[in-house]
């Protein structure tokens, strides 16, 4: 059996994310992306990318750090859909009835709809939802 190897050390320094909390997608160059719960400027949390370097090792980039308008403490992790590059764009704002609390990934259909849960919120107000964004 193998050892596990730490990849990359998280820092709560003010600037770092940490304490990541869900799962981690690569690319096609090899670069990880994620999210973490808390950190950033705001500690908001943050999305990451995790750079292989030549000698080994990996190199960390913050892509966004949540502020709290564009949402906060992310629990689920990043989708990537075909294309290149990232742009943050808010594409939908959750009230009760909507549901609120999403913890999970989310997942893109081929017609490039986004598909995810929330924990809680819809017509019972506290046992969640299942939504669509179209595309």
């Not at 304490?19 to 999305?47: C, E, Q, R």
């Not at 892509?63 to 290149?84: A, C, I, M, T, W």
Request: aromatic share 14%; charged share 20%.
């Amino acid at each position: 059996m193998r050892p596990r190897r730490r990849l990359y050390s998280f820092n709560n320094n003010g600037k770092d994310g940490h304490n990541p909390y869900a799962a981690l997608i690569f690319d096609t160059s090899g670069n990880l992306y994620g999210t973490t719960l808390l950190g950033g400027t705001h500690d908001f949390g943050t999305v990451f990318e995790l750079t292989p370097k030549a000698a080994g090792g990996w190199t960390e980039k913050i892509l966004h750090e949540f502020n709290g308008p564009d949402g906060y403490y992310p629990q689920g992790g990043v989708s990537r859909k075909k294309g290149g590059g990232w742009t943050e764009k808010i594409l939908n704002n959750f009230v009760d009835t909507d549901g609120w609390d999403c913890q999970a990934g989310l997942i893109f259909d081929t017609a490039g709809n986004l598909y995810g849960t929330t924990r809680y919120g819809g017509v019972s107000g506290d046992v969640g939802t299942v939504f669509e964004l179209p595309a």
